[in-house]
Nanobody, 121 residues
Framework: QVQLVESGGGLVQAGGSLRLSCVAS????????MGWYRQAPGKQRELVAT??????TNYADSVKGRFTISRDNTKNTYLQMSSLEPEDTAVYYC????????????????WGQGTQVTVSS
């Protein structure tokens, strides 16, 4: 079983910062791309940032210069969020392209349960 668990969400004032963490656990052979997505009430889920296994990053235009995605050598990814705006309020989801032990035929995307980020004005 593979699981992604996010943490670090909360309530913060506009201009503040938060750091989200995502830990992957289970019978994992390898992790390819990892990323963060968010979904605000009444809106579709949207990409925030992604990072490849080689460390290449991609950001939504709305967060460039304010958010930084990173990952360590194990199974974790992080999202450092600065200069937060009320428009950043959403549930943030971790996403990872994972190959479990058992073979590449089981490779697929996994999602965490989400963590709420609320930015007050």
């Amino acid at each position: 079983q593979v699981q992604l668990v996010e943490s670090g969400g909360g309530l913060v004032q506009a201009g503040g910062s938060l750091r989200l963490s995502c830990v992957a656990s289970g019978t994992i052979f390898s992790i390819n791309d990892m990323g963060w997505y968010r979904q605000a009430p009444g809106k579709q889920r949207e990409l925030v940032a992604t990072i490849t296994s080689g460390g290449s990053t991609n950001y939504a235009d709305s967060v460039k210069g304010r958010f930084t995605i990173s990952r360590d050598n194990t199974k974790n990814t992080y999202l450092q969020m600065s200069s937060l705006e009320p428009e950043d309020t959403a549930v943030y989801y971790c996403n990872a392209d994972i190959t479990p032990w058992g073979g590449s035929r089981f490779r697929r995307e996994y999602w965490g349960q989400g963590t709420q980020v609320t930015v007050s004005s």
